[in-house]
């Protein structure tokens, strides 16, 4: 990733499949095994905005990134899509 590493939170467990997303199955199917997997969270600061990066321990749950226009929504981002809390953000030495 580009730009400089400002935030970061290390060892950040999630559950995910399981119970909670039996909405969307048809009556009768079979639940999903509830996973967990513990994510690493990063804020960058690139040209054009910032951006959360996430990677896990987990080859089902993947990695990825989104784009915030402001440092602020991208805590608040993790905070909706992971359930990481706003007081585990750590700064990053530069």
């Known amino acids: 990733?580009?730009?400089?590493?400002?935030?970061?939170?290390?060892?950040h467990t999630v559950a995910f499949d399981g119970p909670t997303t039996q909405a969307w199955?048809?009556?009768?199917?079979?639940?999903?095994?509830q996973?967990?997997?513990?994510?690493h969270l990063q804020i960058y600061h690139g040209r054009e905005g910032y951006y959360l990066v996430?990677?896990?321990s987990n080859p089902s749950f993947g990695s990825g990134d989104t784009w915030h226009q402001s440092l602020e929504d991208t805590p608040a981002q993790?905070?909706?899509?992971?359930?990481?809390?706003l007081?585990?953000?750590?700064?990053?030495?530069?």
């Open 25 to 33: 199955l048809p009556a009768g199917a079979s639940l999903p095994v």
């Open 1 to 11: 990733m580009e730009g400089q590493l400002l935030l970061e939170i290390r060892d």
């Open 35 to 39: 996973q967990t997997t513990v994510l």
């Open 78 to 85: 993790a905070e909706t899509q992971f359930g990481a809390s």
């Open 54 to 56: 996430c990677s896990s």
């Open 87 to 94: 007081h585990r953000w750590q700064r990053v030495a530069v």
